[in-house]
Structures are given as structure tokens and as C-alpha cells.
């Protein structure tokens, strides 16, 4: 089973994602700031972190350069789900590594279809690595 993590510090957004990914077969971890998100993904290692930018305690900023320099977390695929409109903020966010990036407000098939196609992306990866590595 998967497991994702959502760090959102909107109530009622998380607890609707948090629905949805429950609905579609994944184990679901809630945090409603930048740092609980920070541990959540420590200690669970998800399949997959979904992240505001706009948090209290630690930034989406913060916790992303954290997961992407990190050894144990840097493989983990980052979708931003956040108010952050302009585009030098989703071209930031892209290259300091966020696999998508979704504007508020959102369409949560549209999240769940981006999530899935995150998650293949990733799986192609791991499965290239693994084939490179048995050459």
C-alpha cells in the first residue's frame, strides 16, 4: 500500500486530500505544519509528499530544500499544492525540485491524476536504477 504524506495547514483542504488518497487505496498522513510534515516524512518514508508553500512553523521552501538535501528523502516525489500564483514562484519551486506543482484552488481528480502520474514517473526511475545496477 502507498503512503503519503500531505503537509497543508488549511483544515479543510487537508482533511478533503487526505479523504481522497484514503478513497484511493493509500495510507494517509496528516500534518498541519512545516515542521510535523518535516517529521512526518522522516518517519514514514512515504511514496509521495504533497506540500503547501505557505506554512506556519517552517516554510514549504524550508521543508522541500530539507527532503531534497537529504540522502534518505531525496528520492521522494514533492507535489506543491499552493496559493503561489506567479510564475517565477512555480519556476523556483520546479527547480529547487518539486516533481508538479498545482495552483489554488485546485481540482482534486486533477491532483489525484498528477499524483498517480508522479508516483509512475517515479516507479520507471527506481526500476531504471535497479537495472543499471544489476549491469
Given at each position: 500500500m502507498r503512503q503519503v504524506v500531505i503537509i497543508e495547514d488549511e483544515?479543510?483542504?487537508?482533511?478533503?486530500?487526505?479523504?481522497?488518497?484514503?478513497?484511493?487505496?493509500?495510507?494517509?498522513?496528516?500534518?498541519?505544519?512545516?515542521?510535523?510534515?518535516?517529521?512526518?516524512?522522516?518517519?514514514?518514508?512515504?511514496?509521495?509528499?504533497?506540500?503547501?508553500m505557505r506554512l506556519p512553523t517552517m516554510s514549504g521552501w524550508e521543508v522541500c530544500r530539507w527532503l531534497r538535501a537529504s540522502e534518505d528523502t531525496r528520492r521522494i516525489p514533492i507535489i506543491v499544492i499552493?496559493?503561489?500564483?506567479?510564475?517565477?514562484?512555480?519556476?523556483?519551486?520546479?527547480?529547487?525540485?518539486?516533481?508538479?506543482?498545482?495552483?489554488?484552488?485546485?481540482?482534486?481528480?486533477?491532483?489525484?491524476?498528477?499524483?498517480r502520474a508522479v508516483l509512475r514517473r517515479s516507479e520507471q526511475r527506481i526500476a531504471s536504477a535497479r537495472l543499471e545496477g544489476s549491469r
Open positions: 483544515a479543510d483542504i487537508n482533511d478533503l486530500l487526505a479523504r481522497w488518497f484514503a478513497s484511493e487505496g493509500f495510507r494517509v498522513t496528516t500534518a498541519g505544519d512545516g515542521r510535523a510534515g518535516l517529521h512526518a516524512v522522516q518517519q514514514t518514508r512515504p511514496d509521495l509528499v504533497i506540500l503547501d499552493s496559493a503561489i500564483s506567479g510564475t517565477e514562484d512555480r519556476i523556483a519551486a520546479l527547480e529547487m525540485g518539486v516533481d508538479d506543482f498545482i495552483v489554488k484552488p485546485f481540482s482534486v481528480r486533477e491532483v489525484m491524476a498528477r499524483s
